[in-house]
């Protein structure tokens, strides 16, 4: 079954950094492009970045360019988020999601890890 | 604001069929495949409904698709109790990558 583990949320500071982590299992990780999601509090979902299997094409939505890297580790089946220049809007939760095959959407999610930029 | 336009609630009584509607534009739904996703507060999402109208395995009949030009809509039939979750549609814009709604929470009376 394929699973997905997101760690390294928390709590830091406006302007300090963060890296997020997703560690997969139970399928071929170069087969398949990944995604970062979030949810502000008490808001709806939000698409931050994409990376394709080989990490030829990365997207970031426009709010993240210029502060945050998608990379990957496919020896290790690890999806990475950094995230630099962090501020209060990038507070919530950080979903990493896989990119099924053949348009069939992101499945599986994982849980999620909570980043909170306070001071 | 979101790009996709979701109402923000829905509601129906158990049995009944409820209907949310997604709203987008040319460079999204109008030329791309509409996903829905069902979350549950506290738990990760699900793909309920891609390629606009397919139903992954597991995911029971009662849930379907549907897109016409730049708009879709989830249908849930027979509604349960357990239906009772925030429902969001998603796409991919030629421009800004994917793209969701912001919403809408479902509650079952």
């Known amino acids: 079954e394929a699973q997905l583990v997101e760690s390294g949320g928390g709590l830091v500071k406006p302007g300090g950094s963060l890296r997020l982590s997703c560690e997969a299992s139970?399928?071929?990780?170069?087969?398949?492009?990944m995604n970062w999601v979030r949810q502000a509090p008490g808001k709806g979902l939000e698409w931050v970045s994409s990376?394709?299997?080989?990490?030829?094409?990365?997207y970031y939505t426009d709010s993240v360019k210029g502060r945050f890297t998608v990379s990957r580790d496919n020896a290790k089946n690890l999806l990475y988020l950094q995230m630099n220049s962090l501020r209060a809007e990038d507070s919530g939760v950080y979903y990493c999601?896989?990119?099924?095959?053949?348009?069939?959407?992101?499945?599986?999610w994982g849980q999620g890890t909570l980043v909170t930029v306070s001071s | 604001q979101s790009v996709l336009t979701q109402p923000p609630s829905a509601s129906g009584t158990p049995g009944q069929r409820v209907t949310i509607s997604c709203s987008g534009s040319?460079?999204?739904?109008?030329?791309?495949?509409v996903y829905w996703y069902q979350h549950l507060p506290g738990t990760a999402p699900k793909v309920l409904i891609y390629?606009?109208?397919q139903r992954p395995s597991g995911v029971p009949d009662r849930f379907s698709g549907s897109k016409s030009g730049t708009s879709a809509s989830l249908a849930i039939s027979g509604l349960r109790s357990e239906d009772e979750a925030d429902y969001y549609c998603?796409?991919?814009?030629?421009?800004?990558?994917?793209?969701f709604g912001g919403g809408t929470k479902l509650t079952v009376l």
């Open positions: 998603a796409a991919w814009d030629d421009s800004l990558g994917w793209v």
């Open positions: 040319s460079s999204d739904i109008g030329t791309n495949y």
């Open positions: 990376i394709s299997y080989s990490s030829t094409y990365i």
């Open positions: 139970g399928f071929t990780f170069t087969r398949h492009s």
């Open positions: 999601a896989r990119d099924h095959l053949a348009n069939r959407g992101f499945d599986p």
């Open positions: 390629r606009n109208d």
